[in-house]
Structures are given as C-alpha cells and as structure tokens.
C-alpha cells in the first residue's frame, strides 16, 4: 500500500490524530516541562483535544487554549460601541508575551472565516486590526526573533471550506 492509499484508508479521527502528533513533536518539538499556548477557532475543537493529549503526553506542563468564535467576532462589528475598536485587550497578549518570555510554545490553528468581515464596516475593521497589532507586538517579537518554538496547523473549517471551494 503506497502513502496515498494508506492516506486514504485512515479515518478523520486517526488523520487527526497523526497531525497533532506531528504538530507537538515535529513541528513544535515540545520539550518535557515546557507550557503551550494554543489559539484555535472554537470549530477546531476536535483537533485542539488532541494536540492536547499529545502535548501533555510530551510532558507539557500546561496547554492554555485560547478559542476565537466567528458569532461572537461578528457580533462585536455588528453591535459593539464605536470606541471599542481602538482598544485590544492588552492583559491577554502582554500574559501572551510573558508565556514566551517564560519558554512557552506557540502554537497557531488556522481555519477562521476569511470572509467573515466581508460585509462589516472597513474603517472598524482596519481599528481593530490596528489595535490587536498593536497590543500583540511584544508577544510577536519574541516569536518572529524565533526565541520560541513555535508552529502553525490548518483546520479546514466548515466556512473555510465554503469560501475556498
């Protein structure tokens, strides 16, 4: 059986399953007592919990996930006071940085709706994006200047997949 019909003979569940492993051990080549940090859109949750298991059977000492929710996201430009958009929640990504000033890993699910924000106002969008950017730089630096090991995965969401194909 060649590579592509094993591929093929697996099951979502056990291709899951080989890419978490992949994912904290090739990819982040997570070390024994070392903490993760996730980020994954809430629909990935099938294989946030098993890089999970994979991470803390690495011995990890801590996996954090931070989920985002395209609903919630939308709601925010739909209904959220116009002076929100000029703040990020700079708590979240100054724990982020210190995470990695800590020897946290990072680890990035891609699959978020590219069009989510399609119909939203831009200038809303273009502040927030200005202020995440902004609020997240230190964190950044320290996973662009490659002091972390760190790593990003795809998940082929529903709206992904929709907007794709």
Known sequence: MNIVQTAKALSHEERLDRLSNVAVNVGLQL???????????????????????????????????????????????????????????????????AAFRSGAARLAIAGDNPSLLSGQDSEKVARANRARSQAYKPALELIVGFDINWSIVSYATEAWAKTVF
Not at 44 to 50: D, E, H, M, N, Q
Not at 64 to 77: A, G, H, K, P, Y
């Open 31 to 97: 070390k024994r007592g070392q903490e993760l940090v996730m980020t994954a859109p809430i629909e990935a949750l099938p294989l946030v919990r098993r890089i999970t298991a994979h991470a803390y059977k690495a011995g990890a000492s801590l996996v954090t996930t931070l989920f985002s929710d395209d609903e919630t996201t939308l709601q925010r430009f739909q209904f959220g006071d116009d002076a929100g958009f000029d703040h990020a929640s700079g708590w979240l990504y100054d724990g982020m940085a």
